[in-house]
């Protein structure tokens, strides 16, 4: 939803002769994986950075070769999502670690889970 909002937000500010400096830098900012969301203030309420999982590998490789050794790169996303966060706290710690298990074990290092997850793990090696 909110992907879509801000593709929408996009094409406006693209069809708009007079966009606002602050549109066209929101724009700018997403080209290089920098995202704002601004409140009525024009106060960024929420900042982040966006990047693909081979972009954080050659970071790692670029930065930390001769200090470190990647081992993986995992995403953390899955076991809260969706409101299954409202269900798990019935849950007793059995069926909170099976889910955990199979979420870690069988998505967490797949490549199509890695570039849609909000959070990545990386598991460094010190040399």
Do not use: P
């Not at 929101?26 to 203030?41: P, S």
């Not at 050659?58 to 299954?84: K, M, P």
């Amino acid at each position: 939803m909110e992907r879509e909002l801000t593709l929408r937000a996009i094409r406006q500010a693209l069809n708009t002769s007079e966009t606002a400096d602050t549109e066209c830098k929101r724009i700018a900012d997403l080209a290089d994986g920098r995202y704002e969301r601004f409140n009525e203030n024009n106060e960024a309420e929420v900042q982040s950075f966006h990047t693909d999982s081979g972009s954080i590998r050659e970071f790692f490789q670029d930065y930390f070769t001769e200090v470190a050794e990647l081992i993986s790169l995992r995403s953390t996303e899955g076991i809260l999502g969706g409101g299954l966060d409202a269900k798990l706290i019935d849950a007793d710690g059995e069926i909170i670690r099976a889910w955990a298990d199979l979420l870690f074990k069988e998505y967490s290092e797949k490549e199509e889970y890695l570039g849609c997850a909000d959070h990545l793990l990386a598991v460094l090696r010190k040399k």
